[in-house]
């Protein structure tokens, strides 16, 4: 089993940024496929980034609104993914959370409003 804490939401003004990180305890080493989802109020939860380990290559992948301006990474212990958040927009306000790429049990995710 895994357990995931999400941490570093806040709030931040248009234009700021913010880095996020998730703490994992488990069977962590077991998944390759790490992703950061959103959700905000009113809307689906969607996969903003994802990083995917093939031995010592990690290779990452983004969603149209967030690429060039998020950049997911994890430590060379997948132990910690990040998410590091950079020219933010009002539109990124959600819940933040990381979970395995398809998802296991979510955890309570992070807050990050951004203010315009």
């Known amino acids: 089993q895994v357990q995931l804490v999400e941490s570093g939401g806040g709030l931040v003004q248009a234009g700021g940024s913010l880095r996020l990180s998730c703490a994992a305890s488990g069977s962590f080493f077991s998944i390759n496929s790490m992703g950061w989802y959103r959700q905000a109020p009113g809307k689906q939860r969607e996969l903003v980034a994802r990083?995917?380990?093939?031995?010592?290559?990690?290779?990452?992948d983004y969603a149209d609104s967030v690429r060039g301006r998020f950049f997911i990474s994890r430590d060379s212990a997948k132990i910690t993914v990040y998410l590091q958040m950079n020219s933010l927009k009002p539109e990124d306000s959600a819940v933040y959370y990381c979970?395995?790429?398809?998802?296991?049990?979510w955890g309570q995710g992070t807050q990050v409003t951004v203010s315009s």
């Open positions: 979970n395995a790429v398809p998802p296991l049990d």
């Open positions: 990083i995917t380990s093939s031995g010592q290559t990690n290779y990452a």
